[in-house]
Structure formats: C-alpha cells, structure tokens
C-alpha cells in the first residue's frame, strides 16, 4: 500500500504529484501492459540483451 504523509497546508496537487511518482515506480502499469499479450521467452532474452547493449552503449560514450 502507498503511503503519502501530507504537512498541514500542503498542497494537494503536490501531494498527488508525489502519489503518482511513488506509484509508477513501483511498476504495476508496466507489468500489466506486459500481461496483455503473451511474448515468447526468446523474445524477452533478446529485447533485454538490446537494452543492455544499448546502456552499455551510452556508459561507454559518457567515458
């Protein structure tokens, strides 16, 4: 459960703010759009192995 503590005063657009950022890290949106349609393992193995080719990518041009 996400909890957002609130100061006296505060605004509550602010704390709707803060309520949506903890909420999307946590990741359910993400899992659950992954849910709707099946990928093959294959199919994750090679989006992940782009993904790290691609941060490795960009650790290498930050050097």
């Given at each position: 459960m996400i909890v957002v503590p609130v100061k006296e005063?505060?605004?509550i657009e602010r704390a709707l703010k803060?309520?949506?950022r903890k909420f999307e890290?946590?990741?359910v949106?993400?899992?659950l759009r992954?849910?709707?349609a099946f990928k093959k393992p294959s199919e994750v193995r090679r989006e992940?192995?782009?993904h790290?080719?691609?941060v490795q990518q960009l650790?290498?041009?930050e050097d």
């Open positions: 005063g505060e605004n803060k309520f949506k890290k946590t990741g949106i993400k899992e992954g849910r709707q992940e192995i782009k790290a080719k691609y650790q290498q041009s």
